[in-house]
DNA sequence: GATATTCTGAACCATTCCGTCCAGAATATA
DNA sequence: TATATTCTGGACGGAATGGTTCAGAATATC
């Protein structure tokens, strides 16, 4: 009978994201990853196979517990707006958390790897279109409780938020304060209205 | 007499500092930055140090000559709302121009090295401080024009600017379309108002 | 105890990497 | 022609890298 895998292979996912997340692709060696994954060079590689098939999969994980937030976040019973805005300090408040400045995920690969891996790509361009539409429900529901504009279509503002989002955490990592960071947010929300 | 020097320091730096910015730091090998800047090893250590050394060098150069690009920008005899949606539907021009789709080289170097590399960091800031300078300049006139809002001070409004480009030049990155991105200019534009 | 699978640490391999050094060529001036 | 400096291509060194392979240990079940 066959000895069963010993360890988990999603926390060693997790793991190797949060590697890859703050160190960037290229600067992570195999032996950052397998040091935080905990397990051995030869297990890493039977179970996730390449190094790079790895970075693919945390990109998934990512998306699959990170952005989802997002997503869940939309059906919170609150004023869309006011849910809107939560997020984006929340996501401020975390930049000025010990060992957290590190922005966005896909964000950071779609700066890194993006243009010139097209399988990171895809799947960078996937979590992004899944927060536009967390963000496009919100958008159509603040409409709807007559706190946004029904100026500009919910379409364009939803994107318009992915991208507010995205820069400001870039910000962040550029050293910006969360004072500063959190005017911007005030800005972008104001935009709104 | 000694044989004078014989290539362009300033053209070599340009030729390196595109290689950092298409392929970012650490996926540029010595090999690409020679072959770029038509130079040999022995040549590039003797004028610019290590490769870290140069790596530094090109992001003083990148503001030198494309952040200065928008402090003049803040000069054009035009209204100044009229300048800053200008600023930004080139930028996103430029996204779509073949084999440029590498964003703002500061926004790149802030997400790959910043939070690591300190003195990466402290010129990467200081480039992003100009901008902002720039919009800030901008956001005063176009208030004393009455085309922006004294709604928020402009300190904040020109880092709004900073933070929303940055973040419309990172969904280029991820394969946003220009008309996407157009979209977000133009809200982003509006918010100003 | 036997069987089957997983896991480990390390040897191994080929390649790439950054950086130093060097002999000789190239160039400009006196 | 002599001198002095720059430039080249490549040798060299040490380190790091990603990835493969392997003998033996560990584990679970029969």
Redesign the pocket.
């Known amino acids: 009978?066959?000895?069963?895998?010993?360890?988990d292979v999603d926390q060693a996912l997790a793991s190797a994201m949060n590697v890859f997340w703050s160190n960037g692709y290229?600067?992570?060696?195999?032996?950052?990853?397998?040091g935080a994954m905990?397990?051995?060079?030869?297990?890493?590689?039977?179970?996730f196979?390449?190094?790079?098939?790895?970075f693919l999969s945390t990109i998934e994980h990512y998306i699959r517990t990170v952005t989802t937030q997002i997503s869940g976040a939309a059906h919170i019973d609150a004023p869309a707006v006011k849910v809107i805005k939560a997020l984006f300090h929340r996501a401020v408040q975390r930049m000025a958390e010990p060992n957290s400045r590190r922005g966005c995920y896909l964000n950071n690969c779609a700066v890194e790897v993006s243009v010139r891996d097209t399988e990171a790509g895809e799947r960078v361009e996937k979590g992004l279109d899944m927060m536009e539409e967390a963000f496009f429900e919100l958008v159509q529901r603040g409409q709807r409780e007559g706190d946004i504009s029904t100026r500009h279509d919910p379409r364009s503002m939803a994107r318009f938020l992915v991208s507010s989002l995205n820069g400001i955490l870039v910000m962040g990592k550029a050293h910006a304060s969360t004072d500063k960071l959190n005017d911007v947010v005030d800005i972008t929300v104001n935009a709104l209205a």
Chains 1, 2 share one sequence.
């Open positions: 009978m066959a000895r069963p895998k010993e360890f290229k600067a992570t060696s195999l032996g950052d990853l397998t905990g397990i051995s060079k030869s297990s890493m590689y039977e179970t196979g390449s190094k790079h098939d790895l």
